[in-house]
C-alpha cells in the first residue's frame, strides 16, 4: 500500500499532517485497493453504513419528542405522529428502518457465508460483525419495547422472563432486569437508555470492523488471495463510490416504498394498542427479523434448553472459521457446499415462518427438524465438507481466468456475472 | 441467477402457503373501493365529513378519540371543515377546565386546541356503563386491527342472527366479523340512523364507508402528504439512479470489468 508514501502538497497540509494525520487516512480510503470483480451483494456494507447513520440520525430526532414514561410514552409516540412538523415521515423511517437494517445485514452475512468471507485472515472482521449483528438484535429489541403498545409489553415480558430459565439466580436476575416484579416504568426507562446507548457502541465496532478489513482487505467473488494493488484492483474512490452509490439508490428505492407507501405492513396491528398488563394478545411474535431465533427457542421443549439452543444458534457463527475446514473460500469452487449453503438459505426462511405460526402440531414438527438440522449444518455439515469435498481448481488471480488460464475458470467466471 | 431465481421462488411458495393458511381461518371481507388507497390515493372529503358526523352522533356516545383535537377537523388533509364550522363543532361541546382562581373546576365551550371530549371519566366508568366490555379508543383503531379499514367496515355490517350451534350470553351479540364471532357492541348502525346534511341516502353500507374512512384518517391524518411526498421522493430516487447508473458505467469503462 502506498499509505506510508503518501506527502500532502501544501505546507499547511504537511504541517497539521505531520501532527495529526487525518489526511493520510483520507488517502488511505480513498486509495484503498479494492478487487475489481466485486459484485453487487458487496454493496451491502455500503448500504449498512448508511443504516446505522439513518438510524441514529432519526433516533436522536424522535428522542427529543418521546417520554419515557408507561404513563406517557404510547401518547408522545401519536404527539410524534400527529403534532411534529414530520414526526410521521420521521418515525417511519425510523421503524422501516430497522427492518431494512436487518434485510442488509441478512443478506451481508449470507454474502459472507457463500464466498468465505470468515475464512482467515478475516476471522477477526467475522467475529466484530456477528457482535455488531448481537447488538443490532439488542437495539431493536429494546427499540420495539419504547412505543408501549401491546406487542412491546408482552414481547418484553416473554423475552425477559428468559433469564428465569437460568438455575437458582434466573428469578433474581429477571426482577433486576425489569426493576421491580413485573415490566412496569422502570423497565421502560433502563431500555431507553440503553436502546440509546446501543447504536454508538454499534457504531464504535464498524469502525473496527472497517479497520480490520483494510489490514487483509475485501475478499472476493473468486475468493483468492491478490497482490494489492495490482491489475487485479481498482481504487475505492471512484469506482467503489460510485458503484456503491448506485446499490445504495436502488436500496433507497425499496426503503421508500415502505415508509411512503406501506409503513405498518412490516410492524403488528397490536402495538397500535397500548400497553394493558391484565390483556394478553393471543399471539406473541417479535418483528419478522428476530422469527428464526424464535422457532429454534420454542422448538426445544425445556426452558432452559430452549434458551441455550437459542443464544447457540448465533455464537455457533462466532466460531464457523473454524468449523469450516475447507482451504476454498469461494462457494463457486464448491460445487457440494454450494448446494448445502442454498438448504441452510431455505433453512432459515424456513424456520421464520414457523417462528409466525403458532408453536403446535405440524408447525412444531417442522421447526424441531429445521432446527436439528441447523446445528446439523455447522456442526457436523461444514467440518466434514472440508476433508470430503472435491473441489474445482481456483485461478491464480482475478484477471487470468478473463485472459483463458483454463477452462475451467471461464465457467467460473461466467457463474459469478450471473450472480450479479 | 439460477440461485437467485431459487431464493425468490422459495420465498414465493412461503408467501403463497402463508397467505393460503390465513385465508383458510378467517372469513373474506366485504371489500369496497377506497379512496385513500394507492400510491395517488386521497381521502374523499364529503365522505369525511359525513363520517365524522356518523361518528359524532352514534360512535361517541361510547368509543373515546382522546388523540384528535378539534383542530384537526379544519386542518388540510383531513375533513377540511371550514375554521368557523370547527370552532361552531368545538363550541358545541363542554369542555371541564380549571381549576380557576377559587381553585374550583368550571365547565365552558370547547375551543379548537381542545382534545375531543371523552364520553366517559375513565375506563372503569367505561366498562361499567358498557356491561363489564370497554369500548376501545378510536384514534387509531383502524391501525390496531388486522384487517384494517377493511375489517371494521366488514364488521359494522357483520351482525346477524347467531347459528342454531351457537349460545350468546346476554349483552352479547353475534357478528360474523369479529375475532370468535361474539362482539359486546350491539349493532351500531341501521338504515337512516343519522341526516346527511348533503342529502346522500344513509344506509348501513354508506354510514359503515363513511364512518370508517373518517377512521383511517384519524389514524393517518398525514397519509395525503405521505402519498404525495413519496411519488416524489420516489421519482426523484429512480431519476437520480438512473444517472448513477450512466455514471458508473462512464468511469467503469476504463476498466476491464464489468460492473
Redesign the interface.
Same mark, same amino acid.
Do not use: C, H, Q
Given at each position: 500500500m502506498s499509505d506510508h508514501d503518501y506527502r500532502p502538497k501544501s505546507k499547511v497540509g504537511q504541517w497539521f499532517n505531520d501532527r495529526l494525520p487525518l489526511l493520510t487516512l483520507a488517502n488511505h480510503l480513498t486509495d484503498y485497493p479494492t478487487p475489481?470483480?466485486l459484485n453487487y451483494w458487496w454493496t451491502f456494507g455500503g448500504i449498512l453504513t448508511f443504516c446505522l447513520i439513518t438510524q441514529i440520525v432519526t433516533g436522536l430526532t424522535l428522542a427529543m419528542h418521546y417520554i419515557a414514561h408507561a404513563d406517557m410514552a404510547f #401518547?408522545s409516540v #401519536?404527539h410524534i405522529?400527529?403534532d411534529v412538523n414530520y414526526g410521521?415521515?420521521i418515525r *417511519?423511517i425510523h421503524a422501516n428502518g430497522a427492518s431494512m437494517f436487518f434485510l442488509a445485514v441478512y443478506i451481508h452475512i449470507f454474502r459472507s457465508l457463500f464466498y468465505g468471507s470468515y475464512k482467515s485472515p478475516r476471522e477477526i472482521i467475522w467475529i466484530l460483525g456477528i457482535i455488531i449483528y448481537l447488538l443490532m438484535m439488542a437495539a431493536a429489541f429494546m427499540g420495539y419495547v419504547l412505543p408501549w403498545g401491546q406487542m412491546s409489553f408482552w414481547g418484553a415480558t416473554v423475552i425477559t422472563n428468559l433469564f428465569s430459565a437460568i438455575p437458582l439466580v434466573g428469578e433474581g436476575i429477571v426482577t433486576w432486569l425489569w426493576g421491580g416484579y413485573s415490566v412496569d416504568n422502570p423497565t421502560l426507562t433502563r431500555f431507553f437508555t440503553l436502546h440509546y446507548l446501543i447504536p454508538f457502541l454499534i457504531l464504535g465496532l464498524v469502525v473496527l470492523h472497517i479497520w480490520a478489513l483494510h489490514v487483509p482487505g475485501n475478499n472476493n467473488p473468486v475468493g483468492i488471495d491478490i497482490k494489492k494493488p495490482s491489475k487485479d484492483t !481498482?481504487p475505492f474512490h471512484? *469506482?467503489i463510490v460510485?458503484?456503491d452509490?448506485?446499490a445504495l439508490?436502488?436500496f433507497?428505492?425499496v426503503f @421508500?416504498?415502505f !415508509?411512503? *407507501?406501506a409503513?405498518?405492513i412490516l410492524g403488528h396491528?397490536?402495538n397500535?394498542?397500548e400497553a394493558n398488563p391484565m390483556v394478553t394478545p @393471543?399471539h406473541i411474535v417479535p418483528e419478522w427479523y428476530l422469527l428464526p431465533f424464535y422457532a429454534i427457542l420454542r422448538s426445544v421443549p425445556d426452558k432452559l434448553l430452549g434458551v441455550v439452543a437459542m443464544l447457540s444458534a448465533i455464537l455457533i457463527l462466532a466460531v464457523l472459521p473454524w468449523l469450516d475446514t475447507s482451504k476454498i473460500r469461494s462457494a463457486v469452487f464448491r460445487p457440494l457446499y454450494k448446494q448445502f449453503y442454498?438448504i441452510l !438459505?431455505?433453512d432459515v426462511?424456513?424456520l421464520g415462518?414457523v417462528g @409466525?405460526?403458532p408453536a403446535e402440531g405440524l408447525y412444531l414438527l417442522i421447526a424441531r427438524v429445521a432446527t436439528a438440522y441447523y446445528f446439523l449444518h455447522f456442526l457436523v455439515i461444514l467440518p466434514v465438507l472440508g476433508f470430503k469435498e472435491k473441489t474445482l481448481p481456483v485461478p491464480l488471480s482475478i484477471?487470468e481466468p !478473463?485472459l483463458g488460464g483454463s477452462p475451467n475458470l471461464a465457467a467460473a467466471r461466467n457463474k459469478e456475472?450471473?450472480? #450479479? | 441467477m439460477k440461485n437467485l431465481f431459487k431464493l425468490f421462488s422459495i420465498i414465493i411458495l412461503i408467501i403463497a402457503s402463508n397467505s393460503y393458511s390465513v385465508a383458510a381461518e378467517k372469513v373474506e371481507y366485504l371489500k369496497t373501493d377506497w379512496s385513500f388507497k394507492g400510491l395517488f390515493g386521497k381521502f374523499d372529503r364529503a365522505s369525511l365529513q359525513r363520517g365524522y358526523q356518523v361518528y359524532t352522533e352514534v360512535c361517541a356516545s361510547c368509543h373515546s378519540m382522546k388523540y384528535l383535537s378539534y383542530r384537526n377537523l379544519a386542518e388540510p388533509g383531513g375533513p377540511e371543515f371550514s375554521e368557523a364550522q370547527a370552532k361552531a363543532i368545538a363550541a358545541s361541546f363542554e369542555v371541564t377546565d380549571g381549576p380557576n382562581s377559587d381553585g374550583e373546576m368550571f365547565t365552558r365551550p370547547g375551543k379548537l386546541s381542545d382534545k375531543f371530549v371523552m364520553p366517559y371519566d375513565n375506563v372503569k366508568a367505561a366498562q361499567a356503563a358498557n356491561g363489564g366490555a370497554y369500548p376501545p379508543d378510536m384514534s387509531v383503531l383502524v391501525k390496531a386491527r388486522g384487517g384494517g379499514v377493511d375489517y371494521i367496515y366488514s364488521l359494522l355490517q357483520g351482525y346477524e342472527e347467531a347459528p342454531s350451534n351457537v349460545s350468546l350470553d346476554d349483552g352479547v351479540y353475534y357478528n360474523k366479523y369479529m375475532y370468535g364471532n361474539k362482539i359486546r357492541m350491539s349493532a351500531p348502525l341501521s338504515d337512516g340512523l343519522v341526516e346527511y346534511g348533503d342529502g346522500t341516502n344513509a344506509t348501513v353500507e354508506q354510514m359503515s364507508k363513511d364512518v370508517t374512512t373518517f377512521l383511517m384518517w384519524s389514524a393517518e391524518p398525514h397519509l395525503e402528504a405521505r402519498h404525495q411526498m413519496g411519488f416524489k421522493a420516489i421519482v426523484y430516487l429512480i431519476i437520480l439512479t438512473i444517472l448513477v447508473y450512466f455514471s458508473m458505467k462512464k468511469i467503469w469503462s476504463r476498466v476491464e470489468s464489468e460492473v
Open positions: 475489481k470483480n #401518547e #401519536e405522529m400527529r410521521w415521515l *417511519y !481498482v471512484p *469506482y460510485i458503484k452509490g448506485f439508490l436502488m433507497m428505492i @421508500a416504498f !415508509v411512503f *407507501y409503513p405498518n396491528a397490536d397500535y394498542i @393471543a442454498w !438459505v431455505a426462511l424456513i415462518y @409466525a405460526m484477471t !478473463v456475472s450471473k450472480i #450479479e | -
